[in-house]
């Protein structure tokens, strides 16, 4: 399905009941909606589940610039409100989870939880160059230049070891169009929400691979120190894309925790 959402044309998917209390699931920089499948399976006989592809991302449009959180945290609200979803629960991984917590200070009414995957609520300045030389280098080689150092920061070891992942892995990240990638670096780049998470009020869960170096464990477990009551979960022997690394660990962590917040 494709939608005229917060100023740009969008493409998502709803799966599950009409009448079914609704999640949405924002996917990982350089990936798109297909992220999301084991986990959309998972859920959609019990929720309504909606899922996107991102500003810039898969068949998404993709405005050149740099992009900024305010704007990507009024998109997936844009996008509840086209579809009819008053309230939801929100599910982010990396990228995702820096929206999650823009919502959960930002819209906490329509959210009855927030899950922050793979995440961090700040972007140290020594590293605030690491995103702009991507870009640098994607704009150079093209975006096939991305995929074999993603794959060392988004799969443990053993999930690099099997072909079918790193290629799932590298379509999602050769398909993706530049000028997405860029305005999301842009906005990661200048990330720093760490002492405003205390604000976030929203039942908040918190999940992070034990093996992921892109956003670690000290990340999440800052995250779980400054958003009160929130739950920590660190699953071993995966890494940054837990959620399609080992679903049903992601799984086992997520679902009790949703369904003890419908509403």
Not at 46 to 64: L, N, Q
Not at 72 to 97: E, I, P, T
Not at 178 to 201: N, P, Q, R, V
Request: glycine share 8%.
């Amino acid at each position: 399905m494709r939608a005229k959402i917060n100023g740009i044309e969008m493409a998502y998917d709803v799966r599950g009941a009409e009448m079914a209390p609704a999640v949405v699931l924002h996917h990982p920089l350089a990936t798109n909606m297909s992220f999301w499948d084991e986990t959309t399976a998972a859920l959609e006989k019990t929720y309504r589940v909606i899922r996107f592809d991102a500003r810039g991302h898969g068949a998404t449009e993709a405005p050149a610039g740099r992009y900024d959180f305010k704007t990507l945290a009024q998109d997936v609200v844009a996008l509840m409100d086209h579809v009819g979803a008053k309230r939801a629960q929100f599910v982010g991984l990396s990228m995702g989870g820096m929206v999650a917590q823009f919502l959960g200070l930002d819209h906490a009414p329509r959210f009855a939880s927030i899950c922050i995957a793979s995440s961090t609520s700040r972007t140290p300045e020594n590293m605030r160059n690491l995103w702009s030389d991507r870009v640098i280098v994607a704009r150079e080689k093209g975006m096939g230049s991305q995929v074999e150092p993603a794959m060392q920061r988004w799969l443990s070891a053993a999930s690099r070891a099997r072909p079918d992942l790193v290629a799932r892995c590298a379509k999602m990240v050769e398909s993706t169009p530049l000028e997405g990638y860029a305005g999301w670096c842009g906005a990661i780049e200048h990330l720093d929400m760490t002492d405003k998470l205390s604000g976030i009020k929203v039942p908040t869960k918190i999940i992070v691979g034990a093996e992921d170096p892109a956003t670690p464990v000290a990340a999440s477990e800052t995250i779980h120190r400054h958003i009160p009551g929130s739950e920590l979960s660190i699953l071993p022997g995966v890494s940054h894309m837990l959620a399609i690394e080992n679903p049903a660990s992601f799984h086992a962590a997520l679902l009790p925790f949703l369904g003890r917040h419908v509403g």
